[in-house]
Nanobody, 114 residues
């Protein structure tokens, strides 16, 4: 059974850092393109970053230079390291495999506030 479980969300001050984790089961994370999406209150779900099976990485302009997506094949995990966080980064963050029509995690809340 395919399953994605996010963790690591929480409350952080502006300028702070947070590391999100995505634990995958039922498939190997290096066999699909892996994505991080986020959805803020009143906003549509938006792409944050992705990593392809070949290791190509792309980021949304709003997070480029601040966020880092990575993959640990041995642990079957995907991570999102977030630095220099801004209040506008506040959202529920979702791990995804294979794109919007693929597999989704439950989401983890990230709140950036002083």
């Amino acid at each position: 059974q395919v399953q994605l479980v996010e963790s690591g969300g929480g409350l952080v001050q502006p300028g702070g850092s947070l590391r999100l984790s995505c634990a995958a089961s039922g498939f190997a994370v290096n066999t699909y393109v892996m994505y991080w999406y986020r959805q803020a209150p009143g906003k549509e779900r938006e792409l944050v970053a992705f990593i392809t099976t070949a290791g190509y990485i792309n980021y949304a302009d709003s997070v480029d230079g601040r966020f880092t997506i990575s993959r640990d094949n041995a642990e079957n995990m995907v991570y999102l390291q977030m630095k220099s966080l801004k209040p506008e980064d506040t959202a529920v963050y979702y791990c995804n495999a294979r794109g919007r029509s693929g597999f989704w995690g439950q989401g983890t809340q990230v709140t950036v506030s002083s």
